[in-house]
């Protein structure tokens, strides 16, 4: 397995009694910043890539485009950039970051139920490997868009292979019954359609079922019915090039979570089952890249008693880490300096919501007030997913690369008053 990374380091390691990301130690980041502040390793984000790459290794060509919407950090991007990879984007706002960080236009997938016309106009212009549609009623408004503008759009057609993906519902999306692709009993007439019209080139197919998938199974039937809508389109006298198999690998978010596949075991199901497509893949991951790059370190505020466990009360809220609050999703939280006996916590954030609670009855080490804590495996849908409720500043993130640390983005102050202007008539 190639892991090589220019770092000596292998990202969240303990030294000496205190929590490191690479080479740098954890409390120093949180004196310099403050927190809460999200930390990722860069030597991890490359030791993913790098891993995916050599997984796939032996098929023509593959596109390894990823998702951009996991962490959109600039920064975070560059280092996907220079390992090669592409992005699976769903806003012009995703365009420009990944075209920005480097990533080739032609390594640039545009996902999404609801793309406007300005977007298929913007991305249009600046260039695109292909729009993945979704519906045929979008596929009638990309082709007017590229017909006014004398172009023509590389188009693949998402298909929904109504299968179960055995998620979190709020992260499954490829059941019948959700907004997502074009039913695949619908996939013959659809594609006739959309050839027929004047400003789209139809070469590819498209699938994604979800997200934090931890069975290969569901993936291997979407695929198996996938390679049957390719068989059955290329009969039809249809010429694809391009099959993108999406993204949804899961991670191992800790003790008595999930065990998710390897990435090696989940690459040999896919040249298993696409063996005799004769196809470029694409494959649009986030999670499985970014998600343990990153931490999320919070200060101990305060402890206050509890009538079944103490609530551990910490600087991070979930306006700053929300899966908790949105899935019920686990994150394993460490003492950044563990003081070695184990403790029952109730782990809450300042806001004013019940749902503010990161664990129950978590059995962790014993903290004190003052105490730094991490949130692992947060480097995906983590700072990309917070926002400025109870009028908490977006926190700030940080990129480690071996010895060397900078941080990569401010803290925001979404409630600052130049970007909240009051009317006139209400002004004293
Ligand atoms: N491609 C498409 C079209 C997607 O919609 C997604 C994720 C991906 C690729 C990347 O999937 P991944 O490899 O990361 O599983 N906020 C949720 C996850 C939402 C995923 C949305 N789509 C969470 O925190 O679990």
């Not at 390719?230 to 003790?255: E, M, T």
């Amino acid at each position: 397995m190639a892991m090589e990374s220019p770092s000596p380091y292998r990202g969240y390691v303990e030294h000496d009694g205190v929590l490191h990301c690479e080479g740098v130690p954890l409390p120093a980041i949180a004196e310099a910043v403050g927190t809460p502040v999200y930390v990722y390793s860069a030597a991890m984000l490359r030791a993913a890539a790098r891993r995916m790459k050599a997984a796939l290794d032996g098929l023509d060509d593959p596109l390894i485009a990823y998702a951009v919407k996991a962490n959109p950090n600039p920064a975070v991007l560059h280092v996907l950039a220079q390992e090669g990879l592409g992005a699976d984007i769903v806003s012009i706002g995703e365009y420009a970051h990944a075209v920005d960080a480097g990533m080739a236009k032609d390594h640039i997938l545009f996902s999404g139920v609801g793309k406007t016309r300005e977007e298929m106009e913007k991305a249009l212009t600046g260039g695109l490997l292909q729009f993945n549609i979704e519906s045929i009623e979008e596929a009638h408004d990309l082709s007017a868009v590229a017909t006014a503008m004398g172009k023509t759009a590389p188009v693949g057609l998402r298909i929904n292979p109504d299968v179960v993906a055995g998620t979190h519902e709020k992260i499954s999306t490829g059941q019948a019954d959700t907004k997502f692709g074009i039913p695949g009993e619908q996939a013959m007439e659809a594609f006739r359609t959309a050839r027929a019209l004047p400003g789209l080139d139809v070469t590819g197919v498209t699938i994604h079922i979800g997200s934090q998938l931890t069975s290969l199974d569901p993936l291997e039937t979407a695929f198996t019915r996938l390679g049957e809508v390719i068989r059955a389109l290329r009969h039809d006298g249809c010429d694809l090039s391009l099959a993108d198999l999406g993204g949804g690998l899961g991670v191992d978010y800790g003790p008595d979570q999930p065990d998710p596949p390897s990435v090696e075991a989940y690459a040999a199901m896919v040249k298993r089952v696409t063996r005799d497509w004769d196809i470029r893949l694409a494959f649009e991951p986030g999670r499985s890249i970014s998600g343990e790059a990153g931490v999320l370190l919070a200060r101990v505020i305060r402890i206050k008693p509890g009538a079944k466990a103490p609530w551990l009360i910490v600087d991070a809220a979930m306006n700053d880490l929300m899966r908790p609050a949105l899935y019920d999703a686990y994150h394993h939280i460490v003492p950044v300096e563990p003081r070695g006996e184990p403790a029952s916590y109730n782990v809450v954030g300042p806001v004013c919501e019940t749902g503010d609670t990161f664990a129950r009855r978590r059995i962790m080490q014993r903290v004190e007030p003052g105490d730094l804590v991490a949130f692992r495996t947060v480097g995906a849908y983590g700072a990309a997913m917070s926002n400025g409720y109870n009028s908490r500043p977006l926190a700030p993130e940080v990129l480690v690369d071996g010895d060397r640390w900078a941080q990569v983005r401010q803290r925001v102050d979404l409630a600052e008053k130049s970007a909240m202007p009051l009317p006139d008539w209400l002004e004293n």
